[in-house]
């Protein structure tokens, strides 16, 4: 069964910050079919949360529409909320609670029986690792086991239909890496589909089969991530020689090169170009028979981040946390 | 998946908010503090009145104020929830949004009764004589009362999302002279004409009026209509502005 999960048209959503308009979201139109995995690229303030808070009723939109599962997010909340389940970027359950209790009661919310929400807080906390923590106060937690807790309370009633909102924000690398991992399962499992928001390039990379791009509130691009590469951006070749005058004469060879962008600095040629590394042999023979030695070479597969550089001449990681440095694949230092 | 009333919406918050109570029972008597102070070292400076001791004066006052005291902080739980997130999440589930207000106030009534039980315990030795039948009234007539103070209080922490200074502020602001005004202290009657004017239109007069008659074992139908008046007056409209902004809570 393959349904629209997702629809929006024109949906837009405006904040009044100090009597100014923010226009948070401006005229997003999305769709998302059942079963897709999702991520929303962006950097902080893009319109990502705020798309994510109009989804799942928590906000209503300001003109525009949108329908998740095909009810419409104003005039049938409580059938959206029905299937949706939603991990926001707080913790779920309460401080001053248990994990198991809290569990329970979010069963009860979704209209399970006592018995039937006890069976599924005892499955999800088997399967998240959480069963050393979960009759403890959830304020003791460390943060993966509080952000796995979140987790299960999202996936109490098996929604159809799952939000992430920075999902792995503050964990360390680690914990990433395992919440990335039950996410993928769910999904493989299940068939749950999953739309998440991150700031995180390797994230988005790693998990999503479809990357919508989001600045400024509306969308910039919307494919997979191998795809947005090779659209958006081209490996890149760093070529170093002994001196800056080798570095030039490299630069105005590689010039003729069909489809490069060459940029030289100092003893050091970039070449951004598609298929990169099959290119580097033929590179290096060339130059080689000009009488042009090649001290070194690497080649960069292009990361989300150059999409989003080439997209809109702003790095993603400014101001973003962690290490989203770039997917080096090979890097191999060639003797001349 | 079967489908969810209001009712049993009211009864999935009412029961999630009651179970840290249960988990550590204790937590009832940490805001009982300072009106346990009160009963303590104000008390004994009270002179006998005829017929008995002044606790039998005093200890439906501290009832109240014990009530006061533990709605009126109660949104602080909330204000903490909406910061962690807690309450972002209950939002998204399908539970009504009169249910998350109505649920939490009906909670405050299970550590009045606690605390009433209490202070009453407390008290019976040294001197306060005890109407089994006037309590029951009384706590009757405070739940109503609590369920008001306990919506007024969520609704404070609703108010106070991106100021939690304001919470306090208010709480702490609006307190003391509720306090005083109701007379649970000191009996307003011999104050002055403004002072009276302002402790008749507190709701709370009335109720520690009722209660004062109530825990005596006598049961005056005007004042403890007054009272009940008061109470259903404060919860209706605790409860409304609640759910309203429950409403409009993200």
Known sequence: ?336 | MSGTTMITDTVTVFSRELRPVLRDPFSVVFSMIQPLVFLGLFAPLLPDVEGGSALQWFVPGIVVMSCLFSTSFTGSNLLFEIQTGAHERTLVTPLRRPALIVGRALKEIVPMIVQTAIIVAVCTPFGFDLHVGGVAAGVAILAVMAVGLGALSYTLALASKNTEWLFWTVQQTVLFPLLLLAGILLPVDDGPGWLRALSSANPLTYVVDAERALFNGEFPASTVLAAVVASVAVAVLGLAVGTRAMRRSS
């Open chain 1, 1 to 336: 069964m393959n349904a629209t999960m997702i629809q929006t048209s024109g949906l837009t959503r405006h904040f009044t910050v100090k009597k100014q308009t923010v226009k948070a979201v401006r005229g997003l139109d999305l769709q998302v079919e059942e079963g897709e995995l999702v991520a929303l690229l962006g950097p902080n303030g893009a319109g990502k949360s705020t798309t994510l808070r109009m989804l799942t009723t928590l906000i209503p939109p300001t003109s525009g529409t949108a329908a998740v599962a095909g009810y419409d997010v104003v005039v049938q909340q409580r059938e959206v909320r029905r299937v949706i389940g939603y991990i926001g970027q707080g913790n779920g359950a309460a401080h001053s609670q248990r994990g198991r209790d809290e569990l329970v009661s979010q069963g009860r919310a979704y209209g399970m029986s006592v018995r039937e929400s006890r069976a599924r807080a005892a499955e999800l906390i088997a399967s998240l690792d959480l069963a050393a923590v979960a009759d403890r106060p959830v304020s003791s937690l460390s943060g993966g086991q509080k952000r796995r807790l979140d987790i299960a309370m999202g996936l109490i009633h098996a929604p159809r239909l799952l939000f992430l909102d920075e999902p792995s924000t503050g964990l360390d690398p680690q914990n990433r890496a395992n919440l990335q991992e039950h996410i993928l399962k769910l999904r493989a499992e299940h068939g749950t589909t999953i739309v998440l928001t991150t700031h995180y390039l390797d994230e988005a990379d790693a998990m999503a089969e479809r990357v919508i791009v989001i600045d400024h509130g509306t969308v910039i691009a919307d494919d997979t991530p191998a795809r947005l590469k090779a659209e958006h951006a081209g490996d890149l070749i760093t070529l170093g020689f002994a001196s800056a005058s080798d570095a030039a004469r490299a630069a105005a060879r590689l010039d003729a090169l069909a489809g490069a962008a060459v940029t030289a600095a100092g003893a050091t040629v970039e070449v951004r170009v598609a298929g990169g590394s099959r290119l580097v042999p033929g590179i290096i023979r060339d130059l080689d028979a000009a009488g042009i030695a090649v001290e070194s070479t690497a080649v960069n597969r292009p990361t989300l981040d150059d999409v989003f550089l080439n997209l809109t001449g702003r790095s993603l990681r400014e101001g973003a946390v962690g290490n989203s440095g770039t997917d080096t694949v090979t890097a191999e230092e060639v003797a001349a």
